[in-house]
């Protein structure tokens, strides 16, 4: 038992070791994902700018025939507000998960500190969603919505996206190893929860245990937390239940992550 509780301090220590490492590996990552094109990781931002263009076009001129959002905001606003995190977790979910097998010649071929994989490649991420964070902000002052002391939530709100999607790559990244099969399911999963998610409706069209089901998921935390900073004011510590509820998990993810991390460290070099 005391074994299973060290996993996850295990891993937090050889990444905290590593921290320059990381770092110089993630702005690497970022730099080959994007070579070859033009405009470089100029696209990690075109692409989902894209799709809300789309999004918004297919949802508020074509089903809904415009006009403002329940909540008082133009659709637009309010979309791009929750689907902003959103993007950077999809993103993350796959590409934190099959940080091992693309990498596979570090774990293979030179002695590596194998969990500071998932981390660079999460914080590869990170750089694209702060650039569209900033993005955001500015859409946001055009349309005459302008900066209040609630955007300083964000750095909170960015640093739990970090350590969360980086403990959920822990169990992700390992079991990919194992199994194709399984980041063939993590993106079949990834598509469902986008749907299952209240970005694109609002949780308020779902009643009782229904509702507490699709609370329960952990990315609607940051999809609210991401609205309220920007359109509807309201601290993260005012729903502090809510908050501790998501640690919690986080905490319980972590300890299941780091043990399946650290059992299967050992045998990665031999299974890839």
């Given amino acids: 038992m005391i074994r299973f509780l060290k996993n996850p301090f295990i891993l937090i220590k050889e990444n905290i070791v590593n921290t320059g490492r990381t770092f110089e590996m993630s702005f690497k990552e970022l730099e080959k994902r994007y070579s070859g094109a033009a405009l470089g990781a100029v696209w990690a931002m075109v692409k989902p700018m894209l799709f809300i263009a789309v999004y918004w076009f297919a949802i508020d001129v074509g089903i809904r025939g415009g006009g403002d959002d329940v909540t008082g ?4 606003l309010w979309l791009i507000s929750g ?9 993350t979910l796959v590409y934190g998960g099959t940080s091992l097998r693309q990498n596979k010649h570090l774990i293979t071929k030179l002695v590596y500190p194998i969990s500071t994989i998932p981390t660079f490649r999460v914080l590869s991420q990170m750089y694209v969603h702060l650039a569209m964070t900033i993005v955001t902000m ?8 302008y900066p209040t002391v609630y955007y300083f939530q964000l750095i909170y ?3 739990a996206l970090f350590i ?14 194992v199994s194709r099969d399984f980041e063939h399911l993590l993106k079949s999963v990834t598509q469902m929860l986008f749907w ?14 229904l509702k507490l089901v699709i609370m329960a998921n952990p990315i609607y935390y940051f999809v609210k937390g991401y609205r309220d900073t920007f359109l509807t004011q309201e601290w993260f510590f005012e729903n502090w239940h809510y908050s501790l509820y998501f ?20 045998e990665l070099a031999d299974i890839l």
């Fill in 157 to 159: 709100y960015n640093v």
């Fill in 196 to 209: 299952l998610t209240p970005i694109l409706w609002h949780l308020s069209n779902v009643k009782g245990f």
């Fill in 83 to 91: 689907i902003i995190p959103w993007f950077f977790i999809s993103e």
């Fill in 73 to 76: 905001y133009p659709f637009i």
């Fill in 247 to 266: 640690w919690g998990l986080t905490i319980v993810i972590a300890l299941i992550g780091a043990f399946i991390f650290n059992k299967l460290k050992n």
């Fill in 138 to 145: 500015v859409l946001f002052i055009f349309a005459g919505v």
């Fill in 164 to 177: 969360f999607m980086t403990v959920v790559s822990w169990t992700t990244s390992a079991l990919v190893v």
